[in-house]
């Protein structure tokens, strides 16, 4: 009954902005860790940011000072703030939940159909 569904994808040219979002909806009890990945073609998929349930983040090298990943748990939304874009940022950017659905299930990983980032001239 979960669903991530991205939106903000699309074309920019190079050094422009684009803002991600996902928001999670269903039967959910609680979010605990959120991130984006995003793959490009022929290549594999990489973890771009990361955010804990506290706010704690991470980025991967290549985009830092460039990405920011934010939450509102009180959507169950979660977004990256996508600067300075650059060409090799171009790939299908996917959102990932770590999920609890209730008090009585393990913790689950969900996925996100997937938002296509086209950074090109």
């Known amino acids: 009954q979960v669903q991530l569904v991205e939106s903000g994808g699309g074309l920019v040219q190079p050094g422009g902005s684009l803002r991600l979002s996902c928001a999670a909806s269903g039967r959910i009890f609680s979010i605990y860790a959120m991130a984006w990945y995003r793959q490009a073609p022929g290549k594999q998929r990489e973890l771009v940011a990361s955010i804990t349930s506290a706010g704690i983040t991470n980025y991967v090298d290549s985009v830092k000072g460039r990405f920011t990943i934010s939450r509102d748990n009180a959507k169950n939304t979660v977004y990256l703030q996508m600067n300075t874009l650059k060409p090799e940022d171009t790939a299908v950017y996917y959102c990932?939940?770590?999920?609890?659905?209730?008090?009585?299930?393990?913790?689950?990983?969900?996925w996100g159909q997937g938002t296509q980032v086209t950074v090109s001239s």
């Open positions: 990932n939940a770590e999920i609890v659905v209730t008090t009585k299930t393990p913790t689950g990983y969900y």
